[in-house]
């Protein structure tokens, strides 16, 4: 009976110490911030910036998915997905307001992230 213990216990031991331990497996954290003035003759483009956006586990962060708006356009590195493999997305708005964008990140064995958001106002000042 002890032999089992000790052989159980070492075994939960070895599980905690190995990073992969699906036991202990945290889902990746989404965040970014929204760089202004990145194009000086265009005010309405910004710079949506997820390199903040990080993994406890260390997994690699290999998707980035952005949900905002239809009238968004995506400068780089993309022109037509809003699902990308880099942190730093280009976009431009098309008037005046306040928007808001989304992000959900995913790690290389697949976690998501919660959504986190943030708010968009042009002109900014």
């Not at 989404?30 to 586990?57: G, H, I, K, R, W």
């Not at 290999?62 to 990308?84: E, H, M, N, R």
Request: proline fraction near 7%; charge should be negative; glycine fraction near 6%.
């Amino acid at each position: 009976m002890f032999k089992r213990r000790l052989i159980l216990a070492a075994g939960v031991l070895g599980c905690l110490l190995l990073a992969g331990c699906e036991l202990f497996q945290q889902p990746p954290v989404a965040s970014f911030v929204v760089n202004y003035d990145v194009d000086p003759t265009d005010p309405m483009v910004v710079e949506l910036d997820a390199s903040a956006s990080s993994d406890a586990n260390g997994d690699a962060i290999t998707a980035y998915k952005w949900v905002f708006g239809d009238d968004v356009t995506i400068i780089t590195p993309l022109s037509y997905s809003q699902t990308v493999a880099v942190p730093k997305l280009l976009v431009k708005y098309p008037v005046e307001d306040t928007y808001s964008a989304q992000l959900v990140v995913v790690n290389e064995i697949g976690e998501q992230s919660a959504p986190t958001f943030g708010t968009i106002t042009l002109p900014h000042e």
